[in-house]
């Protein structure tokens, strides 16, 4: 059963950093592919970052590259992803979810993803 869980989210300032964290409440993650989404207030859910933790390719949003990082700690099955020099453009709930196990691809679009957790706040000030 998968069960995700997010947590680390909060308020920092412009040029901060938090690091975000999900775990799978129902045990192992069984996905080859996780990412993570955000969903600004008033605005549709939009791509992050993403994994595929069998071939070893990432994925990230244009906004975000070479800010955030997203990484796995297999032996703890911890998602991660830390947010360095954060704007208050980032400022959104943020979601982990995980694909199918035998879906194989980063897929940017939402509809694609089959898990999610129940999000947690990022608020950057100015």
């Known amino acids: 059963q998968v069960q995700l869980v997010e947590s680390g989210g909060g308020l920092v300032q412009a040029g901060g950093s938090l690091r975000l964290s999900c775990r799978n409440s129902?045990?192992?993650?069984?996905?080859?592919?996780m990412g993570w989404f955000r969903q600004p207030a008033g605005k549709e859910r939009e791509f992050v970052a993403a994994?595929?933790?069998?071939?070893?390719?990432?994925d990230y949003a244009d906004s975000v590259r070479g800010r955030f990082t997203i990484s796995r700690d297999n032996v703890e099955n911890v998602l991660y992803l830390q947010m360095n020099s954060l704007k208050p453009e980032d400022t959104a709930v943020y979601y982990c979810a995980a694909r199918q196990a035998y879906d194989w691809g980063i897929e940017h679009a939402s509809k694609e993803w089959k898990y999610w957790g129940q999000g947690t706040q990022v608020t950057v000030s100015s």
């Open positions: 129902g045990g192992t993650f069984g996905s080859r592919v």
């Open positions: 994994a595929n933790y069998v071939g070893g390719s990432t």
